[in-house]
């Protein structure tokens, strides 16, 4: 069975600062797939990074990156030089080679940036 | 760019009513998802679909019927709603199954039932 830790309920943030939001998981798959996901309050959930279980280097989008460390099975987010607009509840999840349809989310982390 | 699109946005429906879900995307992604979201539960899976006329039950199905006669719908149906159904609804869709592939969500539905 696969599990997703976020410790964070909840963090704020000065603006323009950088943000990382914490996750770790437990699987006994060797291969699996990391996502992040952002929550606004408007409710819509929206795809932001992935990161497979073999790849080498930590991903990044745009302003977005990966911290991913294997060994310790955490797969942190890094957002750089926060804005008011990334205030937002953020998810961590996860997926087994076989069948993203058991994508396992963590409780979330709501991230306040203050102004 | 529509995407994927839920319907309705709100509902509001007594006990014992029937209520269907709509879900629509503009993609041809292979598999679809229904998901529903609680305080305290996060996001639990209730049904999926691999294609058209493929369905599976996921964590929680109880109450719940899916049908999928075309890749671009997945309504998601209370047949005799209960109060313990009262949630936020996410549809979601990927390309593929598999560990690399991202879902992509709708905006939800916010059902609540009286």
């Known amino acids: 069975a696969q599990k997703i830790t976020q410790t964070q309920p909840g963090m704020f943030v000065q603006e323009k600062e950088a943000v990382t939001l914490d996750c770790t998981y437990d699987?006994?798959?060797?291969?699996?797939?990391l996502f992040w996901y952002k929550q606004p309050s408007s409710g819509e959930m929206i795809f932001l990074i992935y990161?497979?279980?073999?790849?080498?280097q930590n991903a990044t989008e745009g302003r977005y990156s990966l911290n991913f460390q294997k060994a310790r099975k955490s797969a942190n987010l890094v957002i750089s030089a926060s804005q008011l607009g990334d205030s937002a509840m953020y998810f961590c999840?996860?997926?087994?080679?076989?069948?993203?349809?058991?994508?396992?989310f963590g409780t979330g982390t709501r991230l306040t940036i203050i102004p | 760019d529509a995407g994927i699109t839920q319907s309705p946005r709100y509902k509001i429906t007594e006990t014992g009513r029937q209520v269907t879900l709509m879900c629509h995307q503009t993609?041809?992604?292979?598999?679809m998802f229904w998901y529903r979201q609680d305080l305290g539960h996060g996001l639990r899976l209730i049904y999926y679909?691999?294609?058209?006329?493929?369905?599976d039950k996921g964590e929680v199905p109880d109450g719940y019927v899916v049908s999928r006669s075309k890749t671009e719908n997945f309504p998601l149906t209370l047949e005799s709603a209960t109060r313990s159904q009262t949630s936020v609804y996410f549809c979601?869709?990927?390309?593929?199954?598999?560990?690399?592939?991202?879902?992509?969500f709708g905006d939800g539905t916010r059902l609540s039932i009286l």
């Open positions: 979601a869709s990927s390309e593929m199954g598999g560990s690399n592939q991202p879902q992509h």
């Open positions: 699987t006994s798959d060797q291969s699996y797939g």
């Open positions: 990161q497979g279980s073999y790849d080498e």
């Open positions: 999840a996860m997926s087994p080679l076989f069948g993203n349809e058991k994508l396992t």
């Open positions: 993609w041809s992604h292979s598999y």
């Open positions: 679909s691999a294609a058209a006329d493929i369905t």
